[in-house]
């Protein structure tokens, strides 16, 4: 018989990350940009991230006015990927308990869904390391 429980795990593990998404809130964003070295690349315009799911497919794309960035990746595999300063690299990519993680060169990321937001965290390492946080609205 299904309870409240077996309904709630149901829908977490099919709910798609698929959608566009506006910039809602953030947290430590200019220490971020420091952390990594791309303090130039600071904006005041709502970031859109939009991300296509098919299955264990993703393609994740991130624009302002003047600049997008996008990486194509598959769950379970060894992925190349774009920096973004634009540099290549190779890291795997996975998907546990509904969030999506990644090792950037400079940063760890993971990126979940929360109450339909996304919710993307960067975190430098180190003693001194940042943790940012952008929770970006479903538009």
């Keep these: 018989m299904w309870n409240e429980l077996s309904w709630l795990l149901l829908y977490f593990s099919i709910m798609s990350f698929t959608g566009k998404y506006e ?9 971020f940009l420091e952390a990594v070295g791309l303090l130039s690349a600071k904006t005041d315009h709502k970031v859109i991230t939009e991300v296509q799911q098919d ?8 624009t302002t006015p003047g600049w997008s960035w ?10 190349e990927l774009l920096t973004m300063k634009r540099e290549k690299f190779t890291a795997p990519v996975t998907l546990e308990n509904g969030k999506i993680s990644i090792q950037f060169p400079q940063y ?6 929360v109450e339909d937001k996304l919710v993307m965290t960067c ?6 390391g940042v943790t940012f946080i952008r929770v970006n ?3």
């Design 108 to 113: 760890h990321f993971t990126s979940e869904i």
């Design 123 to 128: 975190v430098t390492p180190g003693e001194k």
């Design 70 to 79: 996008s990486n194509t990746c598959t769950v379970g595999k060894e992925c």
């Design 23 to 31: 910039l809602e809130s953030q947290e430590n964003y200019v220490e």
């Design 137 to 139: 609205k479903r538009i």
């Design 55 to 62: 299955g264990d497919n993703f393609t994740w794309t991130q």
